[in-house]
């Protein structure tokens, strides 16, 4: 008769965190911030068809850090949450909130449940009709969330950059000097050049007709760098 190993429970949830979390740190963070005329999301990756930022629904977008495959597969399911809940009841039924709320339960279903967690941390944005009414859930590998006001940061480095946001964040900032800052803060704990070639920028625009969500061409994405300065 084979006797199994007693591993304690509170020892195997702290072993799934350090894992989830070491799978989290090998991928690049990414940033959002507010602006003028709505919010920002900036991230670093090379890649032109893998994209790391996305839209979910009207005024609300998504942004994934960790492994691809599995981020991925969350930004599908929140689409397809937000689309069946806004055909059922009605497009203003469809919150960040709620979205939120069921990516945690299902996060956390997993990281509880099943031997290998989600190495993801995801980030919800919601676009305002007015600056106050932004919304940012933060939500981790154990489906634990968290609000945010000005900016909010997932993925590797997360403290360090936050760090640098908040000595460098100012109200009212336009995109080129926020896309610069995004960029500063970035490169703050990767020493190496970022420009449109190895960034993903997307914007969600207040006074955008129609979608509020674009995503920034690399030239676009240059032009603001060559026009924006540092508040720190």
Known sequence: ??????????????????YARKGIARG?????????DGILLT??????????????????????AGKYS?????????????????YMYSREDVTTKSLANAYSETMGNIFTREPKPLE????????????????????LYDGSITDHRCYAVIGGQTERIESYLKGAYVDGMNLADALTTCVEALKSVENKPLDGSNLEVA????????????????????????????TR
């Open 1 to 18: 008769m084979t006797l199994q190993y007693y591993v304690s429970p509170e020892q195997l949830m702290q072993d799934k965190a350090e």
């Open 28 to 36: 690049k963070s990414i940033a959002a911030m507010e602006y003028s």
């Open 43 to 64: 991230a670093e990756n090379p890649s032109s068809s893998l994209n790391k930022v996305s839209e979910i629904y009207d005024r609300i977008a998504f942004a994934g």
């Open 70 to 86: 599995e981020f991925e597969n969350l930004r599908k399911a929140g689409i397809r949450y937000a689309d069946l809940k806004g």
């Open 120 to 139: 993801v941390e995801i980030l919800l944005v919601e676009l305002g009709l007015e600056p106050s009414g932004n919304l940012m859930y933060r939500i």
């Open 203 to 230: 914007i969600m625009d207040r006074h955008r007709l129609g979608r509020k969500f674009e995503r920034l061409r690399p030239d676009q994405v240059d032009l603001l760098l060559s026009r924006g300065k540092v």
